[in-house]
């Protein structure tokens, strides 16, 4: 790659399912060190986005750009959407976080002290050390969000992608969490990019936006994608941007669509 400070790069990007445009033209550049939001309500495209860049779907036209000389899946680490545990599974959290550094293996094995080593580190990094023997299936919504960021931490990845964390947390766990991969970021010298739907949880940490709309995507800082004009042009109609006490409402809704309800915390269409 020319450029030294990405990570990724996604080129002129398509992808279709089922015959329908998911994704169209889409460009953006994922940078070491940066907290990157991707921004687009439910059925954006969001996940299949982040599916596509994992190699779990293959694009239609266009290309996924990582360093010739890395294996995508030890450069990142995913936390999905949906992580569905039996309450009675027998796991420890400490094994569970210890897979995300050896479970691609097969076959028996023993793990190494420097495993354990990295397990506790990537537990303490994420704040989450009194759970190591815990249960998995036991663990809250929040505490269980702790924990999968920890294993996909603990094979030190530049990336780290995250698919709405946030979706299932009441305001409290949400600002903790956001707070939490803040510092996760700093420490860990490790890239974010986490879908949302809400913008504002994220407006304080957030070095560049992914906004995705209508099969197409705008990307930059913050404050030059959440534009009216920008927005406008991704949405195929006019879109009114409004800040109100450091916070960002994005309303959608056009004329011919009558009036539409908002609230200060969501994107809305």
């Known amino acids: 790659m020319s450029d030294p400070?990405?990570?990724?790069?996604?080129?002129g990007v398509d992808v279709e399912l089922g015959g329908r445009p998911i994704l169209t033209d889409v460009n953006f550049k994922v940078q070491t060190g940066e907290f990157t939001g991707l921004i687009g309500s439910n059925g954006a495209g969001?996940?299949?986005?982040?599916?596509?860049?994992?190699?779990?779907?293959?694009?239609?036209?266009?290309?996924?750009?990582?360093?010739?000389?890395?294996?995508?899946?030890?450069?990142?680490g995913y936390v999905p959407q949906k992580v569905v545990l039996?309450?009675?599974?027998?796991?420890?959290?400490?094994?569970?976080?210890?897979?995300?550094?050896?479970?691609?293996?097969?076959?028996?094995?023993?793990?190494t002290r420097d495993t354990w080593r990295r397990v506790e580190e990537m537990l303490d990094a994420v704040e989450a050390n009194e759970l190591a023997e815990r249960r998995i299936g036991g663990l809250s919504g929040g505490e269980l969000q702790r924990v999968l960021m920890a294993h996909a931490l603990?094979?030190?990845?530049?990336?780290?992608?995250?698919?709405?964390?946030?979706?299932?947390l009441d305001p409290g766990a949400t600002e903790d969490i956001v707070a939490l991969l803040a510092r996760v970021r700093e420490r860990q010298h490790v890239?974010?990019?986490l879908s949302a739907h809400d913008i504002n949880s994220l407006l304080g940490v957030?070095?560049?936006?992914?906004?995705?709309?209508?099969?197409?995507?705008?990307?930059?800082?913050?404050?030059?994608?959440?534009?009216?004009?920008?927005?406008?042009?991704?949405?195929?109609?006019?879109?009114?941007?409004?800040?109100v006490h450091g916070r960002v409402l994005v309303v959608t809704g056009d004329a011919s669509s009558g009036p539409v309800a908002a609230h200060p915390d969501v994107v809305v269409e």
């Open 86 to 111: 039996d309450v009675d599974v027998p796991l420890r959290v400490r094994d569970f976080v210890a897979l995300g550094d050896d479970g691609h293996r097969y076959g028996l094995h023993r793990r």
């Open 206 to 243: 957030m070095h560049r936006v992914i906004y995705i709309a209508n099969a197409h995507v705008a990307s930059g800082p913050t404050d030059e994608v959440v534009r009216p004009e920008v927005l406008s042009k991704l949405y195929g109609h006019h879109v009114d941007v409004v800040r």
């Open 46 to 76: 969001k996940t299949t986005l982040l599916r596509m860049m994992l190699g779990l779907i293959e694009p239609t036209r266009g290309d996924v750009v990582w360093p010739s000389d890395a294996r995508v899946q030890r450069r990142v």
């Open 154 to 168: 603990v094979s030190r990845p530049e990336l780290l992608l995250l698919d709405e964390p946030l979706a299932n």
């Open 191 to 193: 890239a974010i990019l």
């Open 5 to 11: 400070t990405t990570i990724v790069e996604v080129r």
